[in-house]
């Protein structure tokens, strides 16, 4: 049977770290946040209705568009914030149905999604099951600061404005315990996996 896998989490919890263990595996694992920024480059669909919308000064001089800019924009203002989406949104979610099509094509048996806001976005329609990478906050604050070179402050900042991971553990279908070392991690994920009856090469 086949299957579409959603991982997900909360900042710095470890997403990127099982996919890169997934993709080492042999699995295609498609990534919302680089599907977000390639659907925003120079001559795609959704590149040109923003230009449309928001007007040519949110580009820089090489014509990308200025997400900086743009961020500002929409941080303050609700109904444009809501058009944005409303073009990027749809596009991202083309693109990686696309991705995994093409995978099943192949005649992958399960294709991994990673979205960092899967029950947010409520983007939950796009996967069979979810996996969620979990983390204590203290494990997190310290991640988080050793990678982003922040204070505590600013790396509680950011996990507070998240949806809290011990709400999205009980929408999840399965839960991974990363607060050990990542081979601990692994074979919890291969023991998930093989629950799901999905086969993956190490
Ligand atoms: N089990 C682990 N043991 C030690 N360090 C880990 C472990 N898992 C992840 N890390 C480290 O913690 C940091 C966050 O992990 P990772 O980048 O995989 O998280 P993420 O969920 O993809 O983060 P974000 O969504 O913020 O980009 C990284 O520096 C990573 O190397």
Known sequence: MRQVIGITGGIASGKSSISA????SGCTVIDADIAAREVV?????????IIETFGEEI????????????????FTDKEKRLL???IVHPAVRKRMI????AAFDREEDAVFMDIPLLFESKLTSMVDKTLLI???ERVQIERLMRRNGYTEAEALARITSQMPLSEKKALA?????NNGDLEH??????????????????
């Open 98 to 101: 696309a991705r995994k099509d």
């Open 21 to 24: 263990f997934l993709k080492e």
């Open 41 to 49: 480059e120079p001559g795609q669909e959704a590149y040109a209705r």
């Open 84 to 86: 944005l989406n409303s």
């Open 134 to 136: 979990y983390v204590d």
């Open 173 to 177: 279908d399965a839960v991974i315990d």
């Open 59 to 74: 580009l820089q001089e090489d014509k990308t568009i200025d997400r900086a800019k743009l961020g500002n924009i929409i």
């Open 185 to 202: 991690t692994k074979r919890q994920v291969k023991e998930t996996l093989l629950g799901w009856d999905v086969k993956i090469k190490s």
